[in-house]
């Protein structure tokens, strides 16, 4: 799927965040660029954020959750290194900002979301855009998705206490994998890969992401 590039107001704000927030911080990656310069990341933040949107720093989305910083979300999709013909999971939906841009990315999108009110926010934007290859689930994302693996790449928009062992298991050998792993101040973006039977992680650099809840995350009072 490809989104237009959309005429809007905020055309030329998207323009400087990818020059000055992605590429002049070293993302190299032109398939990522040329989606974040056309996925209208305003559209997914509420009215009172909207002339904030484009600016380097997460911003709220409601039921405790955020929508990620654009450079992060640029670094997360850039170490995924995506091909258009690809199957990836999302766990963790949020605002879709994120769904939106793998749907570029990648031929099919299927991501979670365990805030049902988030989900149907993100789905109706999504249909808006014409994000037909993304499939929106309600669910604890901890678990992954067994019913459509496996897949080619997943990414993790929530920090885990350790790799979830059924993301391991329903990620496709030879795929790749990013998410956040540690506890509230101490977080480190990993690349999990699997090369022939084996499972190799690369340390990306620090974050700071809200708690996976689920099974094989976080508990509700983390």
């Known amino acids: 799927m490809t989104i237009g590039v959309q005429s809007d107001r905020f055309v030329a704000q998207r323009q400087k965040m990818v020059a000055a927030q992605l590429?002049?911080?070293g993302i190299r990656d032109e398939r990522v660029?040329?989606?974040?310069?056309?996925?209208?990341?305003?559209?997914?933040?509420a009215d009172e954020y909207r002339d904030s949107a484009y600016?380097?720093?997460?911003?709220?989305i409601g039921d405790g959750q955020t929508i990620s910083q654009?450079?992060?979300?640029?670094f997360m999709l850039e170490a995924l290194a995506l091909d258009a013909s690809e199957t990836v999971l999302e766990i963790g939906t949020g605002s879709g900002y994120q769904t939106a841009l793998l749907a570029e990315l990648a031929r099919q999108v299927y991501s979670v979301e365990r805030i049902e009110s988030l989900a149907l926010k993100a789905e109706a934007i999504l249909q808006r855009l014409g994000c037909s290859n993304a499939s929106l689930i309600v669910g604890d994302g901890s678990?992954?998705?067994?019913e459509h693996a496996p897949f080619d790449a997943i990414v993790v928009s929530a920090a885990a206490p350790r790799v979830p062992q059924p993301l391991l298991e329903?990620?496709?050998?030879?795929?790749?994998?990013?998410?956040?792993?540690?506890?509230?101040?101490?977080?480190?973006?990993?690349?999990?890969?699997?090369?022939e039977g084996r499972t190799v992680v690369t340390n990306l650099e620090g974050c700071r992401?809200?708690?996976?809840i689920g099974e094989q995350g976080y508990g509700e009072g983390w």
């Not at 600016?55 to 709220?60: A, G, I």
């Open 23 to 25: 590429r002049a911080r």
């Open 33 to 45: 660029l040329a989606a974040m310069g056309r996925v209208p990341r305003h559209l997914f933040v």
């Open 55 to 60: 600016e380097d720093h997460p911003l709220p």
């Open 70 to 74: 654009p450079y992060i979300v640029a």
């Open 143 to 146: 678990r992954g998705l067994s």
């Open 170 to 195: 329903q990620l496709r050998e030879g795929g790749r994998m990013v998410i956040p792993v540690g506890p509230a101040d101490a977080q480190e973006l990993q690349l999990v890969r699997k090369p």
């Open 209 to 212: 992401f809200v708690p996976l």
